[in-house]
């Protein structure tokens, strides 16, 4: 996380806290929010369009998302994204220059 920008105290407070993330979709329109203690991040997109998206360290981008099966793919900032939805868990892997985070959610809900 230290290579996506984050500071060491961003990273021990992420470890300390429980993160939610909420994926609505509506055919290739999706909203995802992702809320960590009292941080929100919410970014809406269509799929194969260029939209703004909030990275982890808050700052705005550029991107497009693409989607494959079950799979959302995306580049922002160098770093590769793929969330992959299967039933009730979703699998997020980030890739920046051979270092891999892997994050595993399942459904609460």
Known sequence: MK???LSDELIQKGKDLKSISEIDQNGDDFKVTVTTGSKVIVNCFTVGQECEL??????????VVHMDGNKLTTTVKGIDSVTEINGDTIVNTMTLDGIVYKRISKRIS
């Open 3 to 5: 290579a996506a920008g």
């Open 54 to 63: 909030e990275t982890l360290t808050g700052e705005k981008t550029m991107a």
